[in-house]
Structures are given as structure tokens and as C-alpha cells.
């Protein structure tokens, strides 16, 4: 991997364990030997507001805030969010989205529309991969893993090595959870380019 500063970008919806993914991408980042600088931006996390991280590594890290059309690699757990912060991805970058959706409380409540055509939208501003990652949570009986299988699919694109991200993890999780995320990340590193 060169020496240039990634910018990774993780959004979802609060709940989703968003925290916990950058918590393992920053672990693992350290484990490379970079500088690292993680931002947290909590919105309603507890009533299904977005939640932004910022990972940012390479040999010296000034901020923790990754720009406007500067994301190297921008993470989704829904198709909402993944629209919401596409403005900041790179041209050349890469959208890692999970295909599904979670009604904003302004849709709840009749306020607004949940807009049609989030991933044909995507897919047209550049390279974008799409992941079934909450229904295949589900066919594993780890419904709660799905942010691991996305994790998976993302870590194709970011230059560590699989037998980091397996340490990295181990490390990270709660005890009782690292084989579970561990059949999730490898799941989602072995899954196919939609």
C-alpha cells in the first residue's frame, strides 16, 4: 500500500455497529504501523439517525475529517446513508453498499418519501458494490453480524492483508462474538462483485 493518507468514510443508521467497524479498521491500521486519526459523528443514533466515522491513516495524519470528494472508500449499511455521503467520495473511489433499507423518521412519519433508485444512483456516479449482507446475516442465524459481512466485502479494497484483518478482528470483537464475526468477514471478503 503506499504512504498517501486513506480516507475511509463509515455510515449508517444508529444500532447498525458502525462504531465497532472502525474501531476494527483503526486497530488494524495501527497494526500497519500507520498514523491513524478516528472521528465519530453521532446524529439521533438511538431513533435511527445517521452515524458518520471517519478513519483516516498513512504515515502522518494532520485531522481526523475526512473532506468532500476525498473518501478513498465509503462504507453504507443502508442505501440511504450510502446516498446521503456519496458527495464525499474520490472519483476513483469505491462504494461498499449493504442492500437495505431503514425508513427515516421523516418517512415514518409521512414527512418526506424514501427515494427510489438509490442504487442505480450509485452505481452511475462510479464503482459501487452492492452487498445482500443483512439477509445473508440472517441465513447464518447472525442477523447482528451483517456490519462484519460488509466489512468483508470492503477490506478488498483497502490493501491489508486477510490474516490481519482475522487477527484484527479476534482482538477487537467481544470474546463470545469472534467466530461469529469471523464466518461474517470471511463471508463477506469471499462474496462475489455484484
Known amino acids: 500500500m503506499d504512504m498517501c493518507v486513506k ?3 463509515i455510515v449508517g443508521v444508529g444500532g447498525q455497529g458502525t462504531l465497532l467497524t472502525s ?5 488494524l491500521a495501527i497494526r500497519g504501523g ?9 446524529g439521533m443514533a438511538q431513533r435511527g439517525g445517521s452515524v458518520v466515522t471517519f478513519v483516516r491513516y498513512g ?6 475529517i475526512v473532506e468532500q470528494g476525498q473518501a478513498d ?6 442505501r440511504l446513508e450510502a446516498l446521503r455521503y456519496l458527495h464525499f467520495l474520490k472519483e476513483d473511489g469505491v462504494v461498499i453498499v449493504n442492500d437495505w433499507r431503514i425508513d427515516p423518521i421523516t418517512v415514518v412519519t409521512g414527512a418526506a418519501v424514501y427515494p427510489e433508485g ?4 450509485l452505481k452511475g456516479a462510479g464503482r459501487t458494490v452492492v452487498v445482500e449482507a443483512t439477509e445473508t446475516a440472517k441465513k447464518m442465524g447472525v442477523p447482528k453480524a451483517f456490519n ?3 466489512l468483508g466485502a470492503a ?3 483497502m490493501g491489508f492483508d486477510r490474516e490481519d484483518w482475522t487477527q484484527v478482528i479476534r482482538e477487537t470483537v467481544p470474546p463470545k462474538t469472534v467466530e461469529i464475526n469471523l464466518r461474517a468477514f470471511e463471508t463477506g471478503y469471499s462474496m462475489e462483485e455484484a
Not at 474501531?23 to 486497530?27: A, E, H, K, P, S
Not at 504515515?59 to 481526523?64: G, I, S, T, W
Request: hydrophobic share 50%; charged share 25%; net charge negative.
Open 73 to 78: 472508500v465509503l462504507i453504507a449499511f443502508e
Open 7 to 9: 480516507n475511509i468514510m
Open 118 to 121: 438509490i442504487l442505480e444512483t
Open 34 to 42: 500507520y498514523d491513524v486519526k478516528l472521528s465519530e459523528v453521532h
Open 59 to 64: 504515515e502522518q495524519v494532520a485531522e481526523p
Open 23 to 27: 474501531r476494527i479498521l483503526g486497530n
Open 155 to 157: 477490506a478488498r479494497y
Open 148 to 150: 462484519v459481512i460488509v
